[in-house]
């Protein structure tokens, strides 16, 4: 019993919330304290809660201009090829190639969209490391009420300022509610 | 980024605005009886509808077999009249398609919140509406397997697509519409689909519910990122819910037929598509609301507010086909003037007039609140909107069409059985794939809702009733 006990490695530190609003005088106070493997679960996106839990504007805007910039440049390509080398074909008497800009225009447009949404759907999962079929904290029963109207304080053990007492009693102080200690299953 | 303590006594409302969500319903009473649509038995009205659309869908395979296995032949379109109800109806659905990525992108930019409620069910229909109209340009070559000569592939005979055609614009427009679409409504879907793996009680709902959620936790390191590309996505989708009619515009604008080689033509199907589809969101949603009870969530100022837009954008019609009228009596081609003189008062009269009455008399009707708080009026305004816009696109079709430039060439269109049927056949599709949809998913989107109740606000505090707290206390 003494060595199954031991071999318990203490996965994260779960405190329930009753609303938004204590949430993110929660999230305030972990930020201060200065935790870093951290995060809160809440039913919706909490206006104002990146600034409240310290975090900066998600880069996702970056990601996505290349992805758009790609889409763009993939039209250009995919246009001036075929109809000034490959297939160059006079429509109207119209000169080919690129000479007449304005009417490659809106597929360049389209697959600039294209590419651009492409990277925003991609680019969320791969930032957000889903999809993923199992997490340990859905082990935790009360973690499914997340995505109904529960809202969470997660502190990890991986976090050098962990300490399964003194962040246990942490949330405790800040108005968490049952504050529990999840174990890996060994 | 404004300070949230200021920010949020800046956006204090001097005039209380109405809650979006009646009757101080809770998260969980949004999570049971929107979750439960899908968890219950389905209403004996369920039933019956999908039966019947079923059928119809079922008859408009046939249809479109028959086409296929017969040929073009087995429609009324001959020459000069080449695109007609195929056309017509593409066109007719793709407008449709609109108002979903209108209320998802557009109004969440503007942030309307009231989108909350119908957003969900809007783009469902949106990707409904685009399916439908793929139907009809593919159907419409006759031998449907050259389909893919659409596609800049150049396989067997080195032959490219010519990159400068409005019509190949057009694929490229509504395959990237139909595809940005259905990445916007998925990625709109995975928390409240989360929300029915963590409700699913059957194995089988667990697991598949379980797949598509992907494991989505509601962390806000994850909202986060998911909440940036939510607005970026709505960002990309403002211009191209706006150039993808433009599109389907220039098919019509950039020929010479007298009718269509006007100017006027992108905006003014653009506002026609809003206030078509906008028609059809209230046609799908007032039956799915009076049947599910969801009078709490989708609310007669939701109503309301969907009303104005349609008479907005219905004026904006209004105002095109005057302004139409009006440049052909001030231009000074003969045919062009010829060609309205014939679409009011030729052959297909009955068209145009009927086009004028649903799209532009009708829903001036909304000028009066208690017109738009009636479920009777409202719904007989969309009913006569979604004909309205039917004959908008038969008249500028097929009455441009079947008198040009020669005489000589002139020749009236009937429509054949088969026409008729593949078009009924592609409402029955349409609803037969909404009403499964509204089965398996949650019609509305819940996470979205339950962001928009008063105690979603960071910053709330419930009303002063257990104690008085004082104003200071907000500063957090």
Redesign the interface.
Known sequence: MTAAAARRRPLAVVAEFP???T???A??QVRDKGYRFW???????????????G?G??P??YI?FWGGFAGFLTAVL??YI??SF??P?I?HG?PVGFF?VP??V??M???T??F???T??F???V??R??????P??DYEPF??????AFFV?IESVDPRFSETTTREFLEGIGGRDVTVLYAND | ?AD?VSSTIAFESPVPRPSLVLNNR???WI?DRIAGIVENRAPLLWWIGISITGSFAAFGVFCILYLLFTGVGVWGNNVPVGWAWDITNFVFWIGIGHAGTLISAILFLCRQKWRTAINRSSEAMTLFAVICAGIFPAIHLGRIWMVWFLA?I?VPN???P????PL??DV??VS?YF??SV??W??GLV?DL??M???ARSKAGKFCY?LLA????????????????YL??AG??T??VL?VHS?VS?DFATSLIPGWHTTIFPPYFVAGAIFGGFAMVLTLMLPARSLYKLHDVVTWNHIDVMCKIILLTGSIVGYAYTMELFVAFYGANPFERFAFINRYFGPYWLASWSMLTCNVLMPQLFWVRAFRRNLITVYFVCMCVNAGMWFERFVIIVISLHRDFLPSSWRMYYPTWVDVFTFIGSLGIFITLFLLFIRFLPMVA???V??VLP???????PPPTSGTEPIEELR?
């Open positions: 609303s938004a609003a949430l993110y005088q999230a305030e995060d809160v679960h809440s039913p919706f996106p909490i206006h104002g809660m990146d600034k409240a839990m975090l504007k998600s996702l805007g996505i995919l246009e075929p109809s490959l297939y074909l429509v119209k007449t009417a490659f809106p597929i447009f389209e697959l969209i294209l651009s949404a492409f925003a759907f680019g969320v999962f930032m957000n889903l999809p993923r079929l199992h997490h904290i859905f499914k009420r997340v995505t109904n109207d997660v | 980024m949230p809770s998260m969980a999570s800049p150049p080195w032959i490219w010519n990159f400068r055609s190949l614009w490229f427009a990237t595809t940005v990445l916007f998925f990625l928390p989360a929300t793996r963590d409700r379980g992907l494991g989505w936790r509601g962390g806000n390191r994850q909202w986060r990122h998911y909440h940036m590309a970026i996505l990309l989708s211009p191209l150039s599109t220039f819940m996470s979205e339950k962001s105690e979603a606000d960071p910053h709330y505090h957090v």
